[in-house]
């Protein structure tokens, strides 16, 4: 294959990507054909032949690991797995380790042990010099009848006789390896019908009993290596810089090599890639299982069969080694149309070529699970594919497929049953979320009016999940309520929100909090109900039986815009589940709203960003003029360290506190307020251009002015202390104060000191970017 590279080749149709691998020479016509029309597949007279008392075939997925380079020559690797996100994840990995330079690989001869048991031995270790003495005979009779494989350089190479301690009847064990070179073959045949042969001629030269002679799957005599050198920045991601990948792989392999309840897991995703490629190429995956797990224990204590490091230039560096003893002629080759077609795209032209290709892939698999497992957890990628099979299940057609797996992830409820009422809808031609400028009571009422004519839908048959986003506040808390301006944006916490219609009554729950809504609870009995109730009013549907479901992953209370998150959350599902469309600036319009009923007099901040999702520069509406927001954007990402004090903040208290400070001294306060205006009219230039370093200043300088306004409390102090500290370019609450949450800009040493000191003190942190 000239080219292991297929650019959206996972977007193409099952035709498409046959034709394409047709064109690229990957596959014959007469082979395009045969997949094309399902002829590779075994018929049941042909599998008759293979095991015994066959009813049928069974079928599994064929797919293709893409991107993969090994010593400079590129391969195709087909790839025989019913699990989720195991080929996406593998093809991914090998596409950083190309850009890198690809895989080094490396093995030894393929050679296979066979053992003959030797017991009833009156003189074991006479018997055991005897029979070294006169290994040549042995290794001799051995080969005599296998010329062919002689020929071919393979055959018996070598005897080698050990002595064990004594069994309870049967004297010393004495156990002799024939040790056999079985070239392309697997060679289990091979090497047992060549332990069979020289049975006799040992038990005469020993005089003892031969009783089992059979070959060993610990095939320790056929290591294989694989090696891959990335650069940090190559694995940088949306959300998480190279540095931190790298760093959280290493210390994901740490973890394996310290403790074999996570080296066991840590195996059986390496073994997830180099299974499906044996399966593939018609090898005996439960053979290289077994020697995998038996050499993973070698030294007494089962560990990994990679190790993960940073060389010198700072480099990731992963390594495998581990045993791989396959076979590339032979009669399940040739018996399997299936395995024989997957030979041919993979183009290898050994057995050792084959093992080092296996090799390559366990080592990006394994790369794949830590490099997702140590940032934005496993189950995303997952959740997706995951989808594609349930879309399957619930029987979705070519024509719908993908919309009804984006809605299925959407939904966050992966299950047949919910993907069945999804292709109901999109049948039905009932689209999620629109957009229209304003909320528009004409469109409400509209789709009010359809839903009444249409028939009942049952609890549960909606699809309305959405999210709210979290924020932070770079520069110009407080001062953004009195007209100036702020930078805020958006975090990777969010809350998401599920609505389902009901037969009657209000119902919101918030399990993550602690707080619920009930139908028979009293209006205006805390503010939570009061949002619901404001949501469903504007909306239309007050007199509507409606469920919320709130998945809240941000804390409360923490100064990082949960309420405005909870309310746009909330107003896109409920919005959702009655088919109604609102623009952003709707949705953001009315979270102000309920901003107001949490907060008194918010800035307007919070909703925006929570609707939006992006970095903006924001300054308030006032009587004359509609509020202003201009996007920032940032020429690298700007990695913050988010604090967590532990201590509730209440906005609402801060921002009145303040408010009765400036009643008393205006003028005093209002030349406070210009000075953070201008803090982040500047941060905001700093930002777009890159100076990180004035960034920091900025944000040092912003936290002095809101230290001055008393909205600092002793925990934030301490936070911005340690931040400092540790390496921080500037450190400064975040939002209302009193407590909750502050920010920290890493400074050249990275975000891990940071954290690992705010961690030590006793507080949570965690890691976001600015984009």
Not at 66 to 80: A, K, S
């Amino acid at each position: 294959m000239a080219d292991s590279r297929l650019p959206k080749f996972h977007k193409l149709s099952v035709d498409d990507r046959l034709a394409l691998l047709r064109d690229h020479g990957a596959l014959t016509q007469a082979d395009y054909e045969a997949l094309l029309g399902g002829k590779y597949v075994l018929t049941p007279e042909q599998a008759d032949r293979l095991t015994e008392n066959v009813i049928g075939t069974f079928s599994l997925p064929l797919g293709l690991g893409l991107n993969f380079q090994l010593n400079d020559r590129d391969y195709l690797v087909p790839m025989v797995v019913e699990e989720p996100s195991i080929i996406a994840a593998v093809s991914s990995a090998a596409k950083v380790v190309r850009r890198a330079g690809g895989f080094t690989t490396s093995s030894d001869e393929p050679l296979l042990i066979g053992q003959l048991q030797i017991l009833d031995l009156d003189e074991p270790l006479k018997a055991i010099a005897v029979l070294e003495a006169r290994k040549d005979e042995v290794i001799a009779l051995a080969n005599s009848g296998h010329p062919n494989m002689v020929r071919r350089g393979g055959g018996a190479r070598d005897l080698e006789v050990f002595r064990h301690a004594r069994t309870a009847k049967n004297g010393d064990l004495v156990v002799a390896h024939l040790v056999v070179d079985t070239r392309d073959a697997m060679g289990a045949n091979l090497v047992n019908s060549m332990c069979e042969a020289v049975a006799p001629l040992v038990e005469q030269i020993t005089g003892g009993r031969v009783f089992l002679r059979i070959l060993s799957n610990l095939t320790d005599r056929a290591l294989v290596r694989a090696r891959a050198m990335v650069p940090a920045a190559l694995l940088e991601t949306s959300e998480f810089s190279g540095e931190r990948v790298r760093d959280g792989i290493v210390l994901a392999s740490e973890f394996a090599e310290l403790d074999p309840y996570r080296a066991t897991t840590h195996n059986k995703g390496i073994m997830n890639g180099i299974d499906a490629v044996a399966l593939a190429t018609g090898n005996d995956w439960r053979a290289i299982e077994a020697a995998a797990h038996a050499f993973a224990a070698r030294d007494g204590r089962y560990s990994p069969l990679t190790r993960w490091s940073v060389d010198e230039t700072g480099a990731l560096v992963g390594e495998l080694e581990m045993p791989l003893k396959v076979g590339t002629v032979g009669g399940q080759v040739e018996s399997n149309p299936a395995v024989k077609l997957a030979h041919t795209l993979l183009g290898v032209r050994s057995a050792t070529e084959l093992a080092e290709v296996m090799a390559a892939v366990g080592l990006a698999q394994n790369m794949a699970a830590l490099r997702a497992l140590s940032t934005e957890g496993i189950q995303p990628g997952h959740m997706r594919l995951h989808a594609r099979a349930v879309a399957v299940a619930a029987g979705a057609d070519r024509g719908i497929f993908d919309e009804v797996v984006s809605r299925l992830v959407a939904s966050g409820d992966i299950k047949v049953w919910k993907a069945r009422r999804i292709i109901d809808q999109v049948n039905q031609g009932l689209p999620p979320t629109g957009a229209i400028s304003v909320i528009d009571r004409a469109a409400i009422d509209a789709a009010r009016a359809a839903n009444a004519r249409s028939a009942p839908i049952p609890a549960g048959a909606t699809d309305a999940d959405q999210v709210g986003y979290g924020k932070i506040i770079v520069l110009g808390e407080h001062a953004v309520v009195y007209g100036g301006h702020a930078i805020a944006a958006p975090i990777n916490l969010s809350i998401r929100a599920r609505a389902e219609k009901r037969p009657s009554g209000l119902n919101v729950s918030i399990p993550d909090w602690d707080m619920r809504v009930a139908p028979d609870q009293p209006v205006g009995v805390d503010t939570l109900q009061q949002v619901a109730a404001l949501i469903t009013g504007r909306l239309g549907v007050a007199d509507e039986g409606i469920h919320v479901d709130v998945f809240a992953h941000l804390p409360r209370a923490s100064g990082l815009g949960a309420s405005a998150a909870l309310a746009v959350a909330v107003i896109r599902a409920v919005a959702g589940c009655f088919n109604i469309s609102l623009s952003d600036r709707a949705v953001s319009e009315l979270a102000y709203e309920c901003e107001q009923i949490v907060h008194g007099t918010p800035s307007g901040i919070d909703n925006t960003v929570a609707t939006f999702g992006r970095p903006i520069l924001y300054r308030k509406a006032d009587a004359t003029a509609q509020s202003e927001i201009q996007g920032i954007y940032t020429p690298q990402p700007i990695p913050i360290v988010i604090g967590l004090t532990g201590v509730k903040s209440l906005t609402a208290h801060t921002v009145g506190r303040v408010r009765e400070a400036w009643k008393r001294n205006p003028t005093r306060y209002e030349q406070i307020f210009t000075q953070i205006n201008d803090l982040a009219l500047a941060g905001a230039d700093a930002m777009e251009s890159g100076n990180l370093i004035e960034l920091g200043e900025l944000m040092n300088i912003n936290q002095g002015m809101l230290n001055a306004l008393q909205v600092s409390s002793p925990e934030l102090e301490e936070l911005v202390d340690i931040a400092r500290r540790a390496g921080a370019l500037g450190a400064k609450l975040t939002g209302g104060g009193g407590g909750g949450a502050m920010i920290a800009l890493a400074g050249p040493d990275g975000s891990e000191p940071i954290m690992n000191a705010m961690r030590r003190a006793g507080y949570r942190s965690f890691l976001t970017e600015i984009r």
